[in-house]
């Protein structure tokens, strides 16, 4: 079969883009690995793509952010950029949230992410984007220019924690001090809030009373590196659909929720 197109963006050391990168190369996933973007110049990820010739970029989200705190005019937002619109669908924000700091966020990421599809459109038409450990929430901005047919999502994000639990930036660490007898992980694609997109698989592990956060993290780790590559090979086959879901709650009310479906092998 034909291969599928894949992006990257990563903000560290890249073991899921490791991981991915080998899947690649020995068959595992039926893709090609084109580009790799990280926010971060200099780190381990980037070296790991020029190991294997693939090219990359650096769109910095440092500089834009500190020159908006100084003086907002020095900002130049992208000319198709609407607030407004944004701020309706983002929901990476509670309702409670200042003003001044959410558009602060929406206006500095949308320019760093005007960057980053500037970069990403040069190596021409992308099937799947992949983030992994791409430390920046995406905004509708970036979200409604790549994902241009919304039942068919393309962006995938890998989750140290079983969603919808533990989302943000510590899954495996607030995983262990809760103290959960079980951890793991979770690929889902992207929506307007944080880790809260349609799940399209999951692992788990035991977690012992003699473990520490380390060996949470390291059995972690080893679980995400067969994940990631399981559901992107899904979806260069085809067999991830989206679909929406009904409840009807005993209380009379009505729960919705997109889900992912995964056809079997033919």
């Not at 990257?8 to 973007?37: H, P, W």
């Not at 100084?70 to 937002?77: F, K, M, T």
């Not at 619109?85 to 001044?100: D, G, N, T, V, W």
């Not at 969603?163 to 793991?184: A, E, H, I, N, Q």
Request: one cysteine or more; aromatic letters at 8%; hydrophobic letters at 40%.
């Amino acid at each position: 079969m034909e291969k599928i197109c894949i992006g990257a963006l990563i903000s560290g050391g890249g073991t899921n883009l490791q991981a991915i990168i080998d899947a690649c190369e020995n068959g595992t996933i039926d893709g090609k690995m084109v580009f790799v973007g990280s926010d971060q110049p200099g780190v381990k990820g980037l070296e790991r793509a020029k190991t294997h010739n693939i090219p990359s970029f650096v769109v910095e989200y440092g500089p834009i952010i500190q020159s908006f705190r100084r003086d907002p005019a020095e900002v130049a937002l992208p000319d198709d950029f609407d607030l407004d619109e944004i701020m309706a669908k983002q929901h990476l924000f509670p309702a409670s949230a200042s003003e001044e700091r959410v558009h602060a966020f929406l206006c500095t990421r949308a320019v760093a992410e005007h960057r980053l599809l500037s970069e990403m459109d040069a190596f021409g038409h992308i099937d799947l984007l992949v983030l992994a450990g791409f430390m920046r929430n995406l905004t509708p901005y970036f979200i409604n220019r790549f994902n241009r047919d919304p039942a068919n999502p393309r962006i995938m994000n890998i989750h140290p924690a079983i969603l919808p639990s533990f989302p943000g930036v510590d899954g495996y660490g607030d995983t262990f001090r809760y103290g959960c007898k079980v951890g793991g992980c979770t690929v889902h694609f992207i929506d307007y809030g944080e880790d809260s997109g349609p799940i399209v698989g999951q692992r788990t592990f035991p977690i012992l009373e003699t473990d520490t956060l380390d060996d949470v993290k390291r059995k972690g780790l080893e679980q995400e590196w067969q994940l990631y590559p399981e559901c992107i090979q899904h979806f260069a086959h085809g067999r991830l659909k989206t679909m929406k879901m009904t409840h009807h709650l005993d209380n009379g009310q009505i729960f919705q929720r997109t889900i992912v479906a995964i056809a079997q092998p033919a």
